[in-house]
């Protein structure tokens, strides 16, 4: 079992910017596979960013290209998400995903380990 827990949420002004963390236990996290998804108020979950289990290999919604970055420390057993020039409709509960196979897939349903997700809220 795999527990993914996700930290550094907030509230944050437009064009500001912050980066979320996620921590996964386990000593298999250099072999998983790592995604970031959002649910934004009366929207459907949406993929963020995933990186495969080296990090060398990265994919970003089209939403989010140029602005956000991910990457993982497999030392640390943890990914995050640099999130730059946020936008009042970048305002969701972001939640970190855990792929059981080393390469990155853009379904949700793909992702083996949720965490509970954090809140970000960018205001106007």
């Known amino acids: 079992q795999v527990q993914v827990v996700e930290s550094g949420g907030g509230l944050v002004q437009a064009g500001g910017s912050l980066r979320l963390s996620c921590a996964a236990s386990?000593?298999?996290?250099?072999?998983?596979?790592m995604g970031w998804f959002r649910q934004g108020p009366g929207k459907e979950r949406e993929i963020v960013a995933a990186?495969?289990?080296?990090?060398?290999?990265?994919y970003y919604g089209d939403s989010v290209k140029g602005r956000f970055t991910i990457s993982r420390d497999n030392t640390k057993n943890t990914v995050y998400l640099q999130m730059n020039s946020l936008k009042p409709e970048d305002t969701a509960v972001y939640y970190c995903?855990?792929?059981?196979?080393?390469?990155?897939?853009?379904?949700?349903?793909?992702?083996?380990?949720w965490g509970q997700g954090t809140q970000v809220t960018v205001s106007s």
């Open positions: 995903a855990a792929k059981g196979t080393p390469h990155y897939s853009t379904s949700e349903r793909s992702y083996d380990y």
């Open positions: 386990g000593r298999t996290f250099s072999s998983y596979a």
């Open positions: 990186i495969n289990w080296s990090g060398g290999i990265t």
